[in-house]
Each structure stands twice: as structure tokens, then as C-alpha cells.
């Protein structure tokens, strides 16, 4: 299995463009999330999905949208990019009979400037 | 979901068990103590979980006090690839109707010195 699979690994935008980042599982779960890491920080949830068509808010939602159309997939997107989105970003999914055991992506390093 | 407190860092000789602790005093009686690891620039990795019971699988071992207000992870015999840092979670319920989401603090640096 390949597990949750983020496309693409590294990305640099520029200020007010846009852009899709993907997320893919293919252990059938129901439950996936994105998440953000900072600098020396810990990871901070931004929206999550506990099943297709079923997607809500974070702690750090504004400036992403979500939609899950399929189990498979979980993509975020950013419509006009700031350089406070610089960040690392993370997606996860579970099953449902154990929402607390995630799978995590690799994740992608985005950088705005 | 309640609040957890962890070191911020911690050293550990190779071949020794490092054993990390986590601070969970408002734990309510339907909270899991999960934990997880991020080895540099990678994904978090599930380790285990627990509600009150000592648990064990191939990576740790996790010991839960018995009021559950902390808990301790531990590696049993540390190698330098356990360099990450660690993650103590609560949350309710695996099962429930929760939303699932986890909350990570800071977690604890742990390095594994030769």
C-alpha cells in the first residue's frame, strides 16, 4: 500500500497566485485532515473531512478551502497565496474505528513570496 | 480534549531505554493517551495508545499511572534512528463520534547520543 500520498513535494509561489495541494490515501478511511507546521512549532489543524462530501474547519482554516468529493482524495487550496502561508503542510487520514491512529503524509513544503 | 505538558527536550545514551514522560492531570474518564514521533522533515508516525492499562507493541511501551493524570513512553533500547521528536496526545474515544482531529503540542526533542 502506498499508504497517504501529497503532490507535490516542494512548491514556490508567488504572492496572490493559486494553487491546489493533493492528497491521496489509499487505505479506504473515511477521516482526513491537513495540517501546517511552523517553524519550531507544532502541527496545527486546518480542515477536515470525516467523510465524502462532509468536510469543516480547523484551528487555522481562513485563507484554505477544502472539498472531498471522493474517500480517496482530500485537496487543499489556497486562492490567493500570502507569505504567511509559507509553511509545511501535512495531510493524515484514519479509519473510522480508530480516528486517533493517523497515517501521515510526507508532506509539502510550500514557500510564498 | 485536555491539555498535556511535556519536556522540551531530552538526551538519551544509544542502547538505553529513553524514557519520555507526559503530564495529562485533566484527563477525563473517556480519554486516550496516544503518541507519536516526527523524525526531521518527515510526517508524524503513530506509536500507540492507551486509556488506562500498560501497553506494549514492536516500537514502545506505554506506562499509564493509575489516577491517569501522566504517563510515560518508553524506548526500550534507543538508537540513534529514534532521534524526533515526541508527541503526547489526549483524545476521547478511538470509536466515538469525535470528530478524530489531534491536537499536538510542542512534544519533547528527544536525541539519542552515541
Known amino acids: 500500500n502506498a499508504g497517504v500520498t501529497q503532490t507535490p513535494k516542494f512548491q514556490v509561489l508567488k504572492t496572490g497566485q493559486s494553487m491546489t495541494l493533493q492528497c491521496a490515501q489509499d487505505?479506504?478511511?473515511?477521516?482526513m485532515s491537513w495540517y501546517r507546521q511552523d517553524p519550531g512549532m507544532g502541527l496545527r489543524l486546518i480542515h477536515y473531512?470525516?467523510?465524502?462530501?462532509?468536510?469543516d474547519q480547523g484551528e487555522v482554516p481562513n485563507g484554505y478551502n477544502v472539498s472531498r468529493s471522493t474517500t480517496e482524495d482530500f485537496p487543499l487550496r489556497l486562492l490567493s497565496a500570502a507569505p504567511s502561508q509559507t509553511s509545511v503542510y501535512f495531510c493524515?487520514?484514519?479509519?473510522?474505528?480508530?480516528?486517533?491512529?493517523?497515517?501521515f503524509g510526507s508532506g509539502t513544503r510550500l514557500t510564498v513570496v | 480534549d485536555a491539555k498535556t505538558t511535556q519536556p522540551t527536550s531530552m538526551d538519551c545514551a544509544e542502547g538505553r531505554a529513553a524514557n519520555l514522560p507526559c503530564n495529562h492531570s485533566t484527563i477525563s474518564g473517556n480519554e486516550y493517551v496516544y503518541w507519536y514521533r516526527q523524525i526531521h522533515s518527515q510526517g508524524p508516525q503513530y506509536i500507540i495508545h492507551?486509556?488506562?492499562n500498560n501497553e506494549t507493541n514492536e516500537m514502545a511501551s506505554l506506562i499509564i499511572t493509575e489516577d491517569r493524570k501522566s504517563s510515560t513512553l518508553i524506548l526500550p533500547h534507543a538508537t540513534l534512528r529514534d532521534t524526533a521528536v515526541y508527541y503526547c496526545?489526549?483524545?476521547?474515544?478511538?470509536?466515538?463520534?469525535?470528530?478524530?482531529?489531534?491536537?499536538f503540542g510542542q512534544g519533547t526533542t528527544l536525541q539519542v547520543k552515541p
Open positions: 492507551g486509556l488506562k
Open positions: 487505505m479506504n478511511h473515511e477521516y
Open positions: 496526545i489526549v483524545r476521547v474515544d478511538p470509536g466515538s463520534s469525535n470528530t478524530g482531529k489531534l491536537i
Open positions: 473531512s470525516v467523510g465524502a462530501g462532509i468536510t
Open positions: 493524515a487520514s484514519s479509519s473510522t474505528r480508530d480516528r486517533g491512529k493517523g497515517t
